[in-house]
């Protein structure tokens, strides 16, 4: 079963706007991944943020985490027609026997107009 | 460096057929993981192998799924006489990490299996 929910489930933008998805989850985590997928390749990791981090940027990529709201949101600015994709996030749990195990939101669809 | 590679890329299999997909994580990575994805969704646990031992396998769907890394790098998934609802991606990663800490995980490619 997914972690958590992905919001919106679908975005459009133009080329230069500012694009924002958000992810919610229910357990604690011990970091929080964010990937893209394009049609017909495989998951590219984006970006990780762990559990004692508010904040972190890569590039136009800027995610942050709430752990007390348990959410996290992606920030790509200046978006290219290159950007569109599906974004996941993806959550490894704390504790336990997890061994890192990735549970996956049902992602974002991006979609960045030229 | 090379990346996580997946063979077959594409495979149709009739109902029934077993089928076998192939994973070579990134060389030397000790942890591999198998997900599953199905259309319009995000990537399902299935498996996991810390070098080659199968420490975790609660994703797996039935035991018609089956996964072993004899040796400790390349990994087969196989499913045994498929059924339709096998049909989806399956995608295999791979990890250095050597706790389970949740360190980022490499995928591949991705073997999409349309049962008919």
């Known amino acids: 079963s997914q972690q958590g929910e992905e919001d919106p489930q679908a975005l459009s933008i133009q080329e230069g706007e500012n694009a924002t998805m958000n992810c919610s989850y229910k357990?604690?985590?011990?970091?929080l991944q964010w990937y893209r997928q394009n049609s017909g390749r495989g998951l590219v990791h984006l970006i990780l943020?762990?559990?004692?981090?508010r904040e972190k940027h890569s590039g136009r990529l800027r995610v942050t985490l709430d752990t007390s709201k348990k959410s996290s949101s992606l920030l790509i600015t200046a978006s290219r027609a290159a950007d569109t994709a599906s974004y996941f996030c993806?959550?490894?749990?704390?504790?336990?026997?997890?061994?890192?195990?990735?549970?996956f939101g049902q992602g974002t669809i991006l979609t960045v107009h030229p | 460096g090379a990346g996580v590679s997946q063979s077959p890329r594409y495979k149709v299999a009739k109902r029934g057929q077993d089928v076998a997909l192939r994973c070579d994580p990134i060389?030397?990575?000790?942890?591999l993981f198998w997900y599953q994805q199905a259309l319009g969704q995000g990537p399902e646990f299935l498996t996991y192998?810390?070098?080659?031992?199968?420490?975790?396998k609660s994703g797996l769907p039935s035991d018609r799924f089956f996964a072993e890394r004899p040796e400790g790098s390349v990994s087969t998934l196989k499913i045994q006489r498929t059924q339709q609802e096998d049909s989806a991606v399956y995608l295999c990663?791979?990890?250095?990490?050597?706790?389970?800490?949740?360190?980022?995980?490499?995928f591949g490619p991705g073997t999409r299996l349309l049962v008919l």
């Open positions: 357990t604690s985590i011990n970091n």
């Open positions: 192998f810390q070098n080659e031992a199968q420490l975790d």
């Open positions: 993806a959550t490894a749990f704390a504790g336990g026997t997890s061994y890192g195990k990735l549970t």
């Open positions: 990663a791979s990890s250095s990490s050597r706790t389970g800490g949740g360190e980022t995980q490499y």
């Open positions: 943020i762990r559990s004692n981090e």
């Open positions: 060389s030397g990575h000790v942890s």
